[in-house]
C-alpha cells in the first residue's frame, strides 16, 4: 500500500479487511499489548502476572508461542526493543521491570525498582527503558549494564511516558491535562504544553516522525506537530475519556480507545473517520503493527460460559478472510 492513498481508498479497503482474529490469551484482563518491531510477535501482558507471546506466520495465523511467568504482580505494561525483535520489557506491579529474550524463552534480566510500575518505554535508540511507578517516580534503566541511570520525581500524576523518534526528548503526561518534555538525558524541563482542560492520559509518537497524540479524560484526542509542538487537529467521535491511542507503520491512521464500544480508527492528516471497530467492553490497550494494517486490542469483556470472570483475550483488527 503506497503512501498516496487517500481517505476514500482506506474506507474501501477496510470494508474487505474487517475480518478479526480472537485468541485465548490469559486467565483474567488484559492490560497491554504489541507488537514486535519485525511484526512477527505479539505480546500481552495481564492481571494474572504472565506475558503471551504469539508468532503471527505468513498464512496471517496467529499462534501461541509461549507463556513468560517470574512476574509476582500484575503485568501492567509491556514495551518490545525498537530494533532487536527478539527483547521484549515489562512494567509489574510488584515493584520490578523485567526484560525477556523469546529465543532463551526466558527472562534474560530482572531489575528491581521502587515502587509498583504502572507503564513502560524503551527508547528507539535501545539504550535506556524508562518506567513509571505509582507514586509518579519516573525511573531510567541503562539497558547494556541493567543499572539504574536516573531517577525523577515528579509533584504532580504521571500518567503516561514516551519519548520522540530521536530519543533525545522525553515527554510525559499528567493529571492537570499538560504534557511535560524534558531533554534526555539532562532531564531539564524543555517546555510544558497545556493540551486538554482534563487529565492527559495516553501519548504516542507517529513511527514518521511528524505528530505526536494524545488522548484525554475529556473523550478528546488531540494530534501535535512533532516539531512544532502545536495541536494541528482535535478528534471528537468518542464519548468516554481516551485510555490508548496507536498510530500506523505509516503514519497515515490513528487508532483510539475507551469505554466506548467501539474503536475509532482515524485518517492522521484529515481526522476523518476512515472505519471503527465494534466492541463489547471497554477497551485499554491498541498496538497497530508495524507493517501493515492489523490492529491488536483487548478489551475488559467477560468469559461467555461465565459472565463473572474475565476472558483474557486478544484480537485482531483488519484481515480479509
Known sequence: MGRQMTVSDLQ???????KIKEQKAHSSKVHSVGWSCDGRRLASGSFDKTV???????????????????HTGSVDQLCWHASIPELLSTASGDKTVRIWDVRMGKCATTIPTKGENINITWSPDGKTIAVGNKEDLVTFIDTRTHKIRAEEQFNFEVNEIAWNNTSDLFFLTNGQGCIHILSYPTLELKHVLKAHPGTCICIEFDPMGKYFATGSADALVSIWDATELACVRVLSRLDWPVRTISFSYDGKLLASASEDLMIDIAHTETGEKVTHITVDAATFTVAWHPKQYLLAYACDDKDNCDRRRDAGNLKVFGFSE
Open 52 to 70: 503471551s507471546v504469539f508468532t503471527l506466520d505468513r498464512d496471517r495465523a496467529l499462534s501461541k508461542e509461549n507463556t513468560f511467568r517470574g
Open 12 to 18: 474501501t479497503y477496510f470494508k474487505t479487511h474487517n
